[in-house]
């Protein structure tokens, strides 16, 4: 079976600070890795993906995430955040490469403070 | 970009009346959709798998006869929470694959949060 665990449910950030938004997997399987944002009364915007090749994944928005297997790790960063950037971010994992058939963490809401 | 619409966005209803979701694919076709479910503070489960044209599979644990599923056409699958009760309460988010490439993407609509009082 395959979790997902987002560590942080909130982050609190000043402006044009870097972030870092951590998630960590289990899997008895191949992985393939995504992080999804929401914005308020918006659906679920997909930010980037890691299916195989390069650990690190730029995303749009200026994310980018870094697939660590040794840590069972898929953290996103930005290395400066707007206002624009709040939201709740989710990771999730499938073992279908097509992405279907997500498991989600539990998101983890990002406020950027001015 | 594909855009999969939900509708209502939050909706308040008796206890022991029936709620119908929809999700529509605007742009696309889609023979798939996939709803999930999110209680507070916790994680996007997977409900089930909505297949036009056939019978919706169920994931385990959650009650077909309870949440009803329908995909009448390529572009709406709908999601009937029949005999609400409160702890029915929670946001419904569907999600439609569209090939993006040589792959496929998953779009999600923007969610549904029920509360039954």
């Known amino acids: 079976a395959q979790s997902v665990t987002q560590l942080d449910s909130q982050v609190p950030v000043f402006e044009e600070a870097p972030v870092e938004l951590r998630c960590n997997y289990s899997?008895?399987?191949?992985?393939?890795l995504f992080w999804y944002v929401q914005y308020p009364n918006q659906g679920l915007q997909l930010l980037l993906k890691y299916l195989s090749g390069s650990t690190l994944v730029k995303g749009i928005n200026g994310f980018e995430a870094e697939f660590n297997k040794s840590q069972t790790s898929f953290h996103l960063r930005k290395p400066s955040v707007h206002i624009s950037d709040t939201a709740e971010y989710f990771c999730a994992v499938s073992d279908r490469e097509y992405g279907n058939k997500l498991v989600f963490g539990a998101g983890t809401i990002l406020r950027v403070k001015s | 970009g594909a855009v999969v619409s939900q509708h209502p966005s939050w909706v308040i209803c008796k206890s022991g009346t029936s709620v119908k979701i929809e999700c529509r694919s605007l742009d696309f076709q889609a023979t798939t959709m996939f709803w999930y479910r999110q209680f507070p503070k916790q994680s996007l489960m997977l409900m089930a798998t909505?297949?036009?044209?056939?019978?919706?599979?169920?994931e385990q644990g959650v009650e077909k006869d309870k949440f009803l599923i329908n995909h009448a056409s390529l572009t709406l699958s709908t999601l009937t929470v029949t005999s609400a009760h409160p702890e029915d309460s929670s946001f419904y988010i569907c999600?439609?694959?569209?090939?993006?490439?040589?792959?496929?993407?998953?779009?999600f609509g923007q969610g549904t949060r029920l509360t039954v009082v």
């Open positions: 999600s439609a694959p569209i090939m993006t490439g040589a792959r496929i993407e998953a779009f």
């Open positions: 909505s297949n036009e044209g056939s019978k919706a599979t169920y």
């Open positions: 899997s008895s399987v191949s992985v393939y």
